[in-house]
């Protein structure tokens, strides 16, 4: 309407010639950014699939080609350390494994890696700062503190080794019953305020049997580690009812139909209808082969996959001769 009534007028408009060369640079280093990236990610993705197949040293070359044309991404280097360790060269793994952490301050599994190849190649000032680190930034439930635990154990630092290992008792439920310790740790009280209730509480039982400690059901407010105190003492009929007290209280715990179905078994009872309702709940069947470590682990966080489980070889792995919920059945007396 404004151009009919001739009220306004339209006018090319007129970009001087440094303006058109600006904007063709910008665009071109765009696209040349873009191009880059799209190689990296080629690079890194042939990296993984060789990792997976066990060509560690092909892995190394494609993650060290990655790295080059993309050294700003944290996952190359983190990769990389991983894929060069298992090929045998520790100079390369410690080098990506700093840049990882210099990239990514945060990324306990890659301070993880750092310290444990200083530590075999006898750089024993740069371990004990990289475990460090690694204790400081463990993910709740992860590996790195029992890790770092074993590394200030190899540098003879038994007050740290010891303070690592017993936090790694209060985080993670796989500790205690994978992780032989050489003295008695005591685990103490408090539960990690990360650590909803009856999972600290339930990492608190599972801490003091694994460590010979004595267990007393009423020490604990929460239905399912109580379930699981009075079964370490024998006492099967509070057993059930705890552990029922705790199903009855969230139907949908994985962790209290988990509990259950090890009791269950352990008695004898059946347990079909234990094991259907925890496999609906869990998405999967459940497993009692002994777990190993996979290929490749996907990281949701960065969309990147890894090679093996994101740790270099002689990194400890939480894995018992039996997955969870079975290798509960260790801590229980005969039935």
């Known amino acids: 309407m404004l151009r009919d009534a001739r009220a306004t007028t339209w006018q090319r408009l007129e970009l001087s010639r440094g303006m058109r060369l600006a904007g063709a640079a910008g665009a ?16 890194y993705r042939l990296g993984a699939d060789a990792a997976a197949a066990g060509r560690w040293r092909e892995s190394q070359v494609a993650f060290s080609q990655a790295v080059g044309l993309d050294p700003w991404h944290p996952s190359g280097p983190k990769s990389l350390a991983v894929a060069a360790e298992m090929n045998g060269d520790l100079a390369t793994s410690r080098a990506a494994a700093e840049r990882a952490v210099e990239l990514n ?36 439930g992860g590996q790195e503190l029992a890790n770092a635990a074993l590394v200030y154990e190899r540098l003879g630092d038994t007050a740290r080794a010891d303070d690592a290992y017993r936090r790694s008792l209060l985080t993670s439920l796989a500790t205690g019953l994978t992780l032989p310790w050489p003295r008695a740790v005591d685990a103490g009280t408090t539960i990690p305020p990360e650590v909803d209730a009856p999972t600290g509480e339930l990492n608190l039982v599972i801490a003091r049997a694994a460590m010979g400690q004595v267990v007393t ?19 099967r009929a509070r057993a059930e009812q705890e552990i029922d007290q705790a199903i009855a209280a969230d139907r949908e715990s994985t ?13 004898g009872e059946p347990i079909e209808h234990v094991m259907a309702i925890d496999e609906v709940l869990r998405g999967s069947p459940m497993s009692r082969e002994r777990p190993e470590v996979g290929g490749l682990t996907f990281d949701i966080a960065s969309f990147r996959m890894y090679p093996r489980d994101g740790l270099v070889s002689p990194a400890v792995r939480l894995l018992g001769e039996q997955p969870w919920p079975w290798i509960l059945d260790r801590l229980l007396p005969p039935a």
């Open 217 to 235: 059901p009423t020490d604990y407010d929460q239905p399912l580690p109580r379930a699981l105190a009075y079964a370490i003492v024998g006492d």
């Open 105 to 140: 301050p945060g990324d306990a599994q890659s301070w993880t890696n750092l310290a444990i190849v200083c530590l075999e190649t006898g750089a024993r000032d740069c371990a004990s700062n990289a475990a460090r680190q690694a204790v400081e930034t463990a993910s709740l």
């Open 28 to 43: 071109a280093g765009l696209l040349l950014v873009m191009l880059l990236g799209d190689a990296a990610a080629i690079d």
């Open 255 to 267: 962790t209290a139909w988990d509990l259950d179905l090890v009791l269950r078994a352990h008695w």
